[in-house]
């Protein structure tokens, strides 16, 4: 297994972006949703940039994440990269990348039951409106 010490915040995130829209993908399939136009649209309140940072925000206040988990995010967070956001601020683009390293660590340390948490939490919180895009 590779080391998710050893990788940049940015192929962290690479990983992460896939962990995270499997759980989203899934949770929009249980609720019933088949019609892939239906599925891209309620996905992207879950998926985009602006939806994972205020994710973020959400756990800060939550104080949801470990030191380390921190330390993973800021990683990310901070990594260089050559990629722009399209739709969205500088800001809200590295923070986003710093959410999806978060996952791709997790994913690469095998701490399956952690994803699980952090993906339940964060679907529920896109659900009740915390991310201020509505609810999907």
């Not at 996952?103 to 659900?127: P, S």
Request: proline share 1%.
């Amino acid at each position: 297994m590779t080391d998710a010490k050893q990788l940049n915040g940015v192929t962290l995130a690479y990983l992460g972006d896939a962990v995270y829209e499997v759980y989203v993908r899934e949770h929009l399939l249980n609720r019933g949703m088949v019609r892939p136009n239906m599925l891209q649209k309620a996905a992207k309140s879950f998926v985009s940039a602006k939806a994972q940072a205020a994710l973020i925000a959400g756990m800060e206040a939550e104080d949801l994440l470990s030191e380390d988990e921190w330390a993973t995010f800021k990683r990310g967070r901070n990594a260089k990269s050559y990629t722009h956001a399209k739709n969205t601020d500088v800001v809200t683009y590295r923070t986003s990348t710093g959410f999806e390293a978060l996952f791709g660590a997790l994913k690469l340390q095998g701490a399956t039951a952690r994803i699980d948490e952090l993906a339940a939490w964060c679907i529920a919180y896109v659900e009740k409106g915390g991310t201020g895009h509505g609810q999907a």
